[in-house]
Structure formats: structure tokens, C-alpha cells
């Protein structure tokens, strides 16, 4: 059995690491670019410093993708370990994450009016599913902590309002809400940082994220691997695809990686566009901007992992103050440090492109996260078409209609963006999804990630990871 892969991040080389593994020898991977890790790359600026794609947090939900981490970076040395401190920026403070676990921070109305939207819903148990994601906001968190910070800021992470999008992707994404706790942490005057998964993360000590999949490369057979290799066409009823350096493939089975809506248009006219009106696959871009800083973070980013921003007082909706993952994210880590900065656009929010790099800036003052322009040495701009897979609305049914075609003609789409699912689309699902795919191929074994994520996301009977 001959098997193509298409895409060189996370899931693409997850199925080449687990057909290695199982000693399978008839594959070959191609991949468009002329580096490995796709969204999960990481780069170097012409100063020295280090960039991911935005903060890359290896959270993991699978012993299996574990147990490969230790085995390329080593399970202590190549890595540096951290406590979670998340963060949301808001009334010029800064509060710990999850906000309704901390809210005693706030000023004393809003404080309150989060309080009275708590006890609202917990008087008025709601009985029907919420139509979107902002009743579900409204229903889960209460009318002030979804005014002051859950609509604000899942606009800004989204760029598309809460009530074009499904709430069904949540899982163990948001914290939920537990008026006890939250009063229980207003009296005794607590905060609350540890909430939910992966209290504890490891981030590589050199290289950025982009080193796990580079190491990861290096370990296949290298006569299979191909960079620069860009898919050009697929014919599904010839088992053969082509490459837009002129040169083809047949394959028995093919597994893209490459964002679902790419095939379909590169399978033109084997697949109608008409069957399947996939402009309703919605996806946000994002713009991560490094600000390289000279001196050393201020105290009260000393520690700090990453940052939410709600309010309009700047672009970005998240900063990771980068240099606190490994000290060789900088060149030298005595004096300088940096931030990475996320910002979002879609069709329904614009960004002005061409001065982002100030707006941050200009943003990164009036939250406090700077004192001065002076302290910005330089500036990094990388820009992803794809960034999000949006979960909206009209997602759910058009996309399991379209693997399904797919998979009648030959094709599965997996990954990020192959499976358009946010819900498991980190780099352990999409790595899990070409391991499973595999599984399936070789050993007829079920593919739990992509198509049920509630499970892959809530905690294995045995207390520990699946
Ligand atoms: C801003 C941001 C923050 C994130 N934060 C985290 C985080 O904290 N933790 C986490 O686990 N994950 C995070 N992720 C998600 C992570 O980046 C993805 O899970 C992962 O990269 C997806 O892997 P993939 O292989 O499915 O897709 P991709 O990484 O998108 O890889 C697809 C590959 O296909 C290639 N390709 C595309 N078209 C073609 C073609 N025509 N021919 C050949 N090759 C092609 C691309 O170049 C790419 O290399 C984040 C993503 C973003 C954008």
C-alpha cells in the first residue's frame, strides 16, 4: 500500500514518525515549504532572536505524544519546565486567569455586577441549548463577566462576533463557573492560577517550538521526506496527484494536511465547488509581532507566562512575554527580553496592516507592558492567512460531508485545518490525528481525535492522560 502524505507541520510528520514506528516502507511526504513544523515552526530574526507563530504551549492530552516529546528532546535536559501563570489585563490591572475565580480584583461595581450576573443564572437555570456562542456565554458566566470580558475578548481572539459561532468546540477550553469557589475565593481573599489542564508545560530550550518538529525530521528516513514539494492538483479517480514543480505521485492512499478548502479547489472539477459551498469554512488570520526589547522585564512581567487583553485600549488579544519560556529565545537574556504579541483579522474585522507593527507598539504602552518606545530595539511581523479554523455556525454539517466525500474517493483530511476543528487542533491532536490515521490504515484501529473530541479532551477513566 502506497501512502502520500501532503504537509509537513505536526500531523503530516506525526503519520511519518508512527509509519517509521510500525516499519511500514512505502510512503513519502512532501511539503511546500523549505522548513518542517508548519504553524508549529519557529524562526530567527536577523538580530538572534527567536519567534514562534504565536505563544506555542505544548500541552499535551496523550502518554503516546509524551513518551515521543521525551524521546526527541530528552525527558529533562532539552527542555524548560514552567508553572502556568496566565494573566488578563483589564481596568489597568492585572488579574490571574480564570477571571470568575479571581474577580475580586475588580473595581467594586463591576465586581458586583459579575457577582449578580452569577447569582441570575444560578436563580434562572437556563433548560434550553443556547442557539450560539454567546448565549452560551451569557448562560455559563453571567451578563457582567460576559460584558467585561468574555464577549470583548472572544471577539478579539475570533474576529467574528459570539453569535455567528457554535459553542460545541468548548470542552476543557473554559473554565467553567462554580459560584462557590467564586465566593469562597472573594472571602478569603485567594487566587485561583491552576485551573484545568496542563498546569504545568515545558517549552524547548533552544530553538523555539519549531525545534520538536525540526529534531523530529531528522529522525525519518530522509529519502522520504521532501521540502519544497508544493501540491498542485489531485485527480481522485486516478489515485494520482501533481506537484507545481510538473512532477506527479500515484498513491493508494492520500493523507492531506493542507487546509480542507485547498483540496477541494485543487480538485476542481472532480468536485463541484457547487456540491459543497465551502466559503461557509470560516477561519480568522493572525498576526504575531515580536517586539525585541532591550534592559529586563519589569517585575510584574518577571514571571508571567501570557496575557489576555478584552479592551480596545490595544490590537493584540494576547502577549507571551517570550523570553520567560527559554533564556535562548533572546541573544542575551541579561539584556534583553521580548514579547509576542497575537492579533486577529477576518472578512468582518479589518486590521491595518501596514501600520501594525506601530499599533502594537502604541498598544503594548497603554497597557502597561512597556514604559517607554525607547525599549524596543526591533520588530518581528509574520502574517498567517490561517490561523483559526473558526467553529461558526454552519460549520458542523457541511464539514462532516465533505470528509465523508473525501474518504469515499480515496482522500482524508486531517489536522488543523484538514479536519477545520479548533476543538483538536493544538499540536498533540493534530500529531494524534496522522498517528491514528495510521492506526486506522495499518491496524484498523479507531481514530478517536478527529471525530471525537469530548472524549480525547475530558480526563481517561484512570485519572491519567490517554
Ligand atoms: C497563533 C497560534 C497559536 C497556537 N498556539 C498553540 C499552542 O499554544 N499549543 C498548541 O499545541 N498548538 C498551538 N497552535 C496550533 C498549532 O500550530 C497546530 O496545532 C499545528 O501546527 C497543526 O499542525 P498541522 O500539521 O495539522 O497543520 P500545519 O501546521 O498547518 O501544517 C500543514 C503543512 O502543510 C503545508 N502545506 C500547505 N499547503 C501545501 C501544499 N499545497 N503542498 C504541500 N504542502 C502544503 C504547510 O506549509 C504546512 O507545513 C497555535 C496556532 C496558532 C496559529
Redesign the pocket.
Known amino acids: 500500500m502506497k501512502i502520500i502524505i501532503?504537509?509537513?507541520?505536526?500531523?503530516?510528520?506525526?503519520a511519518a514518525w508512527r509509519l517509521t514506528e510500525l516499519g511500514h516502507e512505502n510512503w513519502l511526504l512532501?511539503?511546500?515549504?523549505d522548513?518542517?513544523?508548519?504553524?508549529?515552526?519557529s524562526f530567527q530574526d536577523s538580530e538572534g532572536f527567536w519567534w514562534?507563530?504565536?505563544?506555542?504551549?505544548?500541552?499535551s492530552h496523550y502518554t503516546y505524544f509524551d513518551q515521543v516529546m521525551d524521546s526527541l528532546l530528552g525527558k529533562e535536559d532539552g527542555w524548560v519546565f514552567h508553572e502556568r501563570e496566565a494573566w488578563i489585563r483589564m481596568q489597568d490591572r492585572f488579574i490571574p486567569y480564570p477571571l470568575q475565580n479571581n474577580i475580586r480584583h475588580l473595581p467594586k461595581e463591576i465586581y458586583w455586577e459579575c457577582l449578580e450576573g452569577m447569582i441570575d443564572i444560578w436563580e434562572n437555570r437556563q433548560k434550553k441549548a443556547p442557539a450560539h456562542f454567546g448565549e452560551w456565554i451569557d448562560a455559563t458566566f453571567g451578563k457582567g463577566l460576559a460584558r467585561w470580558f468574555l464577549r470583548p475578548y472572544n471577539y478579539k481572539v475570533w474576529a467574528y462576533p459570539p453569535e455567528q459561532l457554535d459553542w460545541s468546540w468548548v470542552g476543557d477550553r473554559v473554565a467553567p463557573t462554580d459560584i462557590r469557589r467564586v465566593l469562597k475565593n472573594a472571602v478569603f481573599q485567594k487566587d485561583e492560577i491552576s485551573w484545568g489542564p496542563n498546569a504545568m508545560f515545558r517549552f524547548p530550550l533552544h530553538r523555539g517550538?519549531g525545534n520538536i518538529w525540526r529534531t523530529l525530521s531528522q529522525r525519518l528516513p530522509q529519502e522520504k521526506i521532501h521540502l519544497n514539494?508544493?501540491?498542485?492538483a489531485i485527480s481522485a479517480d486516478n489515485r494520482h496527484v501533481s506537484?507545481?514543480d510538473g512532477t506527479s505521485e500515484e498513491y493508494d492512499v492520500l493523507l492531506t494536511?493542507?487546509?480542507l478548502t485547498?483540496i477541494i479547489r485543487?480538485s476542481e472539477p472532480e468536485f463541484p465547488l457547487s456540491h459543497f459551498p465551502i466559503s461557509n469554512l470560516r477561519h480568522s488570520s493572525?498576526h504575531?509581532v515580536g517586539l525585541g526589547l532591550k534592559g529586563n522585564p519589569p517585575d510584574y512581567l518577571a514571571t508571567k507566562c501570557w496575557i489576555y487583553f478584552p479592551e480596545d485600549n490595544c490590537p493584540f488579544y494576547r502577549v507571551t512575554v517570550f523570553s520567560n519560556y527559554s533564556p535562548n529565545n533572546v541573544p542575551d537574556i541579561k539584556n534583553q527580553w521580548s514579547i509576542m504579541c497575537?492579533v486577529s483579522e477576518s472578512t468582518v474585522k479589518k486590521v491595518e496592516r501596514d501600520q501594525i507593527e506601530s499599533d502594537v507598539i502604541d498598544g503594548a504602552l497603554n497597557t502597561g507592558l512597556l514604559s517607554s518606545r525607547n525599549q524596543v530595539t526591533h520588530t518581528w511581523h509574520h502574517f498567517?492567512e490561517?490561523?483559526?479554523p473558526t467553529p461558526s455556525l454552519e460549520r458542523n454539517p457541511l464539514l462532516f460531508r465533505v470528509l465523508k466525500y473525501l474518504e469515499e474517493k480515496g482522500i482524508y483530511s486531517?489536522?488543523?485545518?484538514?479536519?477545520w476543528r479548533y476543538e483538536v487542533?493544538?499540536?498533540?491532536?493534530?500529531?494524534m490525528?496522522?498517528v491514528e490515521f495510521i492506526n486506522r490504515v495499518l491496524a484498523s484501529a479507531e481514530e478517536l481525535t478527529l471525530w471525537y473530541p469530548q472524549i480525547v479532551n475530558s480526563d481517561h477513566p484512570s485519572g491519567g492522560k490517554r
Open positions: 501532503i504537509g509537513g507541520g505536526p500531523c503530516g510528520l506525526g512532501f511539503e511546500k515549504k522548513y518542517w513544523g508548519g504553524l508549529s515552526a514562534d507563530v504565536g505563544g506555542h504551549v505544548l500541552f517550538t514539494k508544493e501540491l498542485a506537484f507545481t494536511t493542507i487546509p485547498e485543487n493572525t504575531v497575537e498567517v490561517k490561523g483559526y486531517r489536522g488543523r485545518f484538514g479536519g487542533g493544538n499540536m498533540d491532536h493534530s500529531f490525528q496522522g
